[in-house]
């Protein structure tokens, strides 16, 4: 039995604050005047005046019972009633308490649940029991569905008695359809997962779920091998079209948590087939899920390194920035003495041969100018060209689309695998994977 309070069908609480005593179930004019109306005594008054805020603040009536006594005091209290023990115990089980719910509906404008509530009921929860997995969704909707339709909700337990059996019937439908897409062939293959091969000491089922450990270039190798096997295993895509991911996700997860002998035990070879196909499925989706971060892990890596490394050498190369900052202000000054250009000129290549000479400077500017912007893309290539093999291989194994009608990155992708081999490519290689990958 689903437990009631993950669901949002509405239950009495044990003890209301003055707050929320004032907000639900305060007695308006009208309220006063129907209440009035439609019955006698304080003892009748204060019945369906509990009936009444009830019905408002829940959508069914409650025992009278199970109302708290700070909830009837509150409302005795409006009335102006002092009869108030003994209420219940009157009303409680009587004709008048079946004609006080019935006036309540009649001034409310709300229906008593019925057959034709439960079919309504039915049709909702069997359109969202294709969809939704958790017995407590379905529940839900089932309480919005009577809520809107301005229909009495009735006992929890009938609800959850309701909802499990169509979800079950749903389901039932599904493993039948799986069943008859399922050849003799495919059968067998879904068989031979629970049998442990003589030369193994593990059944292929437990190996799917099991991974290699972090994928990591140290396991790649275990899960493009694991992928592989997955691949040409069994193509399950069509066999569970139609299925929503929702669900295929929850036949996954139930397959995950059984053991083999207790997938033997199902009797109902279709729920079993169901849920073998699901949990492949699921394998070969976080199998290439993983990879694929892996790839975008690597690549970061890599734009990372290059980038720290461009730092080190812009730090390194510091204090030549500095030297050939303090020659140019040196040459200002000389130029603001104001003398002739010849004697400029010699003045400043004296300047300059103190310094080391015009080589020895043009070569420190060529190699500040070097890494003196942001652009690290000329230090890729080396970091890159270790995981080069690797990632083209992972490429190859995903198959990338585009989710818009923009294929520049599809182009440029196709173009870098086609020329992989060429010499001339690996800082276009290397450019590539970190603009677009990372």
């Given at each position: 039995m689903t437990a009631i309070n993950r669901t949002a069908y509405p239950r009495l609480d044990a003890r209301l604050n003055h707050e929320e005593l004032a907000a639900r179930y305060t007695l308006t004019d009208a309220d006063h005047a129907f209440v009035r109306a439609s019955s006698r005594g304080e003892t009748g008054r204060l019945v369906l005046a509990m009936l009444l805020k009830a019905r408002q603040d829940l959508g069914y009536?409650?025992?009278?019972?199970?109302?708290?006594?700070?909830?009837?005091?509150?409302?005795?209290?409006?009335?102006?009633?002092?009869?108030?023990?003994?209420a219940t115990e009157r009303v409680s089980g009587s004709k008048s308490l079946y004609r006080y719910q019935a006036a309540v509906r009649a001034h409310l404008s709300v229906a008593p649940y019925g057959d034709a509530a439960e079919e309504l009921v039915s049709r909702t929860t069997?359109?969202?029991?294709?969809?939704?997995?958790?017995?407590?969704?379905?529940?839900?909707?089932?309480?919005?569905?009577?809520?809107?339709?301005?229909?009495?909700?009735?006992?929890?337990?009938?609800?959850?008695?309701?909802?499990?059996?169509?979800?079950?019937?749903?389901?039932?439908?599904?493993?039948?359809?799986?069943?008859?897409?399922v050849t003799a062939q495919q059968m067998a293959v879904l068989e031979t997962l629970l049998v442990k091969p003589a030369n193994s000491t593990t059944t292929p089922f437990n190996r799917l779920k099991q991974t290699p450990g972090p994928v990591a270039p140290a396991t790649i190798r275990l899960w493009v091998e694991r992928l592989d096997w997955l691949v040409d295993m069994i193509d399950s895509d069509?066999?569970?079209?139609g299925i929503a991911y929702t669900k295929l996700r929850q036949f996954a997860a139930e397959a995950a948590a059984l053991d083999v002998g207790d997938l033997r035990d199902i009797a109902q070879t279709g729920k079993r087939h169901t849920l073998l196909l699901a949990l492949v499925r699921q394998a070969r989706m976080r199998c290439r899920d993983?990879?694929?971060?892996?790839?975008?892990?690597?690549?970061?890596?890599?734009?990372?390194?290059?980038?720290?490394?461009?730092?080190?050498?812009?730090?390194?190369?510091?204090?030549?920035?500095?030297?050939?900052?303090?020659?140019?202000?040196?040459?200002?000054q000389t130029a603001q003495t104001q003398e002739p250009d010849a004697a400029f000129g010699r003045q400043v290549r004296e300047l300059l041969l103190q310094q080391g000479g015009v080589e020895a400077l043009a070569e420190k500017c060529e190699t500040v100018s070097a890494w003196h912007?942001?652009?690290?893309?000329?230090?890729?290539?080396?970091?890159?060209?270790?995981?080069?093999?690797?990632?083209?291989?992972?490429?190859?194994?995903?198959?990338?689309?585009?989710?818009?009608?923009?294929?520049?990155?599809?182009?440029?992708?196709?173009?870098v695998c086609e020329h992989r081999h060429a010499c001339c490519f690996p800082n276009y290689v290397a450019h590539f994977c970190a603009h677009y990958l990372a």
């Open positions: 009536f409650p025992a009278l019972e199970e109302v708290h006594m700070d909830t009837v005091t509150y409302l005795a209290s409006q009335l102006g009633t002092q009869e108030i023990a003994i069997v359109e969202a029991a294709e969809v939704m997995s958790d017995p407590a969704d379905l529940i839900n909707r089932a309480v919005e569905t009577l809520q809107v339709a301005s229909i009495d909700l009735p006992a929890f337990s009938t609800l959850d008695r309701l909802v499990n059996r169509l979800r079950a019937e749903v389901h039932e439908r599904m493993y039948l359809r799986v069943s008859q897409r069509p066999l569970l079209e993983e990879l694929v971060k892996m790839l975008l892990r690597r690549m970061r890596k890599t734009q990372s390194a290059a980038k720290e490394q461009l730092a080190a050498l812009q730090e390194r190369h510091r204090g030549i920035e500095e030297s050939l900052i303090g020659i140019l202000g040196q040459v200002l912007s942001d652009n690290e893309l000329p230090l890729l290539w080396p970091i890159h060209s270790r995981y080069r093999s690797l990632l083209f291989e992972l490429i190859d194994l995903m198959n990338i689309g585009s989710a818009t009608q923009d294929r520049s990155l599809l182009d440029a992708l196709a173009i």
